[in-house]
Every structure is written in structure tokens, then in C-alpha cells.
């Protein structure tokens, strides 16, 4: 894997195991939940992707081969979605990594890292009343 860093496009915030992150170039907002959650906080906190495998068999039911491969495929599908940038891109600060040991201390339940993208921010916000106004603006309504 390469180097690379959190997007200055990309604002995230993590609350529990699910990370909400919203490129704000592209509108496009993702959700990474469970293992794609720990490894994408190991990654905004300025962290070596290459070492994503042995957090992931560390924390998770999960074989070293297997975490290699899926971290890899996490990574990259990052980088295509625009949310990491490769070197001689402009990266953000870098953030504090949240603790990623169990409750328990044992390993979990592995699901392989996912990048969910929804893009239906242009439809929730077609529905916002205040896009519907006339010259005079909010909070004048558009008749008819």
C-alpha cells in the first residue's frame, strides 16, 4: 500500500463503531461501520495503511491473509471514492485515534471494511422548503 491522507474535502466524525464522513466537493456522504470504522480512524489519525492488517486480526476473528487483502481492496476503494489522497495531494490534519481495543479485550466478529456511499443529499435537499421561494427569497414561497 501508499502512503496517503484524509482529502481537505472530506469532513467525518465517529460516534461509537460508525464513522459518517461527507466529501463536500461531490455531495456524496458515506457511512463505515464495525471494521471499516477502525481502520478508517486508524487512517485519518495519520496511521500507516500497511499496518490495517494487524489491527484488524488483533482486534477482529480474522486471519492475517484475509485482513491483508481486504484492507487493501478498503484502501483503495477510498482512495476512488476521493476520500484519501495519494502524495502530491493536499491532505487534512490529522485527528485523534479513537481507542480500538474491544470492551472485552477479545476479538469480534469480522465483516470485511465496506465503503458505503449514499448520494441522496440532492434529493433531501430538493425537498427543503426553502429551495422553494421566489425572487424575494425565504421565507417568501413560490406560488403555486
Same mark, same amino acid.
Given at each position: 500500500? #501508499?502512503?496517503?491522507? &484524509?482529502?481537505?474535502w472530506?469532513?467525518?466524525?465517529?460516534?461509537?463503531?460508525?464513522?459518517?464522513?461527507?466529501?463536500?466537493?461531490?455531495?456524496a456522504?458515506? &457511512?463505515?461501520?464495525?471494521?471499516?470504522a477502525?481502520?478508517?480512524?486508524?487512517?485519518?489519525? %495519520?496511521?500507516?495503511?500497511?499496518?490495517?492488517?494487524?489491527?484488524?486480526?488483533?482486534?477482529?476473528?480474522?486471519?492475517?491473509?484475509?485482513?491483508?487483502v481486504d484492507?487493501?481492496?478498503?484502501v483503495? %476503494?477510498?482512495?476512488?471514492?476521493?476520500?484519501?489522497? #495519494?502524495?502530491?495531494?493536499?491532505?487534512?490534519? #490529522?485527528?485523534?485515534?479513537?481507542s480500538? &481495543?474491544?470492551?472485552?479485550? %477479545?476479538?469480534?466478529?469480522?465483516?470485511?471494511p465496506?465503503?458505503?456511499?449514499?448520494?441522496?443529499?440532492?434529493?433531501?435537499?430538493?425537498?427543503?422548503?426553502?429551495?422553494? &421561494?421566489?425572487?424575494?427569497?425565504?421565507?417568501?414561497?413560490?406560488? %403555486?
Open positions: 500500500m #501508499t502512503v496517503v491522507s &484524509v482529502s481537505p472530506v469532513t467525518d466524525e465517529r460516534i461509537d463503531d460508525v464513522v459518517m464522513a461527507i466529501h463536500l466537493e461531490t455531495g456522504y458515506y &457511512v463505515l461501520d464495525g471494521s471499516a477502525d481502520c478508517w480512524t486508524h487512517l485519518a489519525s %495519520g496511521a500507516d495503511p500497511d499496518a490495517l492488517p494487524d489491527l484488524l486480526a488483533a482486534r477482529y476473528d480474522v486471519d492475517p491473509a484475509t485482513a491483508r484492507a487493501a481492496a478498503f483503495a %476503494g477510498l482512495v476512488d471514492e476521493g476520500l484519501l489522497v #495519494t502524495p502530491g495531494g493536499s491532505g487534512a490534519p #490529522t485527528r485523534g485515534d479513537a480500538l &481495543v474491544g470492551p472485552d479485550g %477479545g476479538a469480534r466478529a469480522y465483516s470485511p465496506v465503503v458505503q456511499r449514499y448520494d441522496d443529499l440532492d434529493d433531501l435537499l430538493a425537498i427543503d422548503p426553502i429551495h422553494e &421561494v421566489d425572487e424575494a427569497g425565504w421565507p417568501v414561497a413560490r406560488p %403555486g
